[in-house]
């Protein structure tokens, strides 16, 4: 019996980095899984990882700042699986600057993917959850629980210099967080946010030579510079960055029934950094 057995899981920007180790995880605890990507090409990586592990899943590739977006991926998780219990709000990137050299197009970029993308795809599944836990209760007393787990990071929490764009975007998705937690305790929704610090990623990789993505017309370097990544991990108690799939078991803890009555909180995964 895994944790999450019957359980139907939606996680964006689950291609790469801690999305894929989480939907990876999940699926090996009985989950079935919508890997939601950017790119077509590493969801359905991690689809097949998955079904060759034995474990169900689909791919839904798109843009998560697309106001079409939420409507696509919810109504294919349901067509699909026939149900939702899981969404975790994972895409994201970085695209730093000092503040008086961020452009708006940067500023507005965080906010969207980090704020408007999960606000949309909450919204939509709203019309789902609210009913399903209305028949439930009206059937059995009590609806079943749900999750939604937020992905935040230590610069929402601490500020990050370099970073006032993206520190802001994720101080906004505890807002959003602690709120619906509120909004849907009602329907047996645990709403949480999962905090990280200095996890190995594409976003967190050496930046000289690091990775690029191409957004809002623009190519945008990922990654931060070696000298901060030195003195990054000298703040660590325990040594090291974290692992996407050490990242993944604080996602696994707040998407599963050990989670029951815990909403509305911010889990720090840091390593013992407080910073």
Partial sequence: MGLLDGKIAIITGSGRGIGAAAAKLFAAEGAAVVVSDLDQGPADETVAAIRNAG??????????????????????????????DII????????????????????????????????????????????AAKREQEANGRA????????????????????????TAKAGIVGLTKTLAKEWGRYNVQVNCACFGFIE????????????????????????????????????????????????????????????YVSGHVLEVTGGSSL
């Fill in 55 to 84: 474990g169900k899943a689909i791919a839904v590739a798109g843009d998560v700042t697309d106001p079409a977006f939420p409507a696509q991926l919810i109504k294919t998780t349901l067509d699909t699986f026939g149900g939702l």
């Fill in 144 to 167: 079943n629980p749900r999750k939604v787990v937020n992905v935040c990071s230590v610069s929402g929490l601490h500020g990050n210099a370099g970073q006032v764009n993206y520190a």
């Fill in 88 to 131: 975790v709000n994972n895409a994201g990137y970085t695209w730093d600057g000092v503040i008086h050299k961020m452009t708006d197009k940067q500023w507005y970029a965080m906010l969207e993917v980090h704020n408007t993308a999960p606000f949309r795809i909450l919204r939509e599944a709203a019309h789902f959850i609210r009913e």
């Fill in 201 to 260: 990623t594409r976003l967190t990789a050496p930046k000289e030579g690091g990775e690029k993505i191409a957004r809002e017309g623009e190519e945008v370097e990922l990654g931060i510079p070696g000298q901060m990544r030195q003195m990054a991990t000298m703040l660590i108690p325990l040594g090291r960055p974290g692992t996407p799939e050490e990242a993944a078991g604080a996602l696994l803890f707040l998407a599963s029934p050990l989670s029951n």
